[in-house]
């Protein structure tokens, strides 16, 4: 049998974020006039809809590679994500 889930210690950790999960990431860096120009941008930098983006960022969220690779970021947007849930 394979090993199967809970293998988040060996070689996932090590490897580096995606080309794609990294430009998410710099989308979040980066600070918007309004919310249609980071969609715009979503869409034409990254070719995904704004949808499929937090997805993919609310993903990136739990990712120790995430945080390693950048951590300032990763915590803002975990910040903001508790204190969504924490109105609900």
Known sequence: MTGGTGDDTSDGAE???SARDEAVLAV?????PGPGAKERAIREQL???PT???QLLNAL???PR???HD???VNR???VREARRARR
């Open 28 to 32: 979040e860096r980066r600070s918007w």
């Open 52 to 54: 499929r983006y937090y």
């Open 66 to 68: 995430a945080l390693a």
């Open 47 to 49: 070719g995904i809809s």
């Open 71 to 73: 951590p300032v970021t």
């Open 15 to 17: 490897r580096a974020l």
């Open 77 to 79: 947007l975990r910040r």
């Open 61 to 63: 969220l739990d990712d």
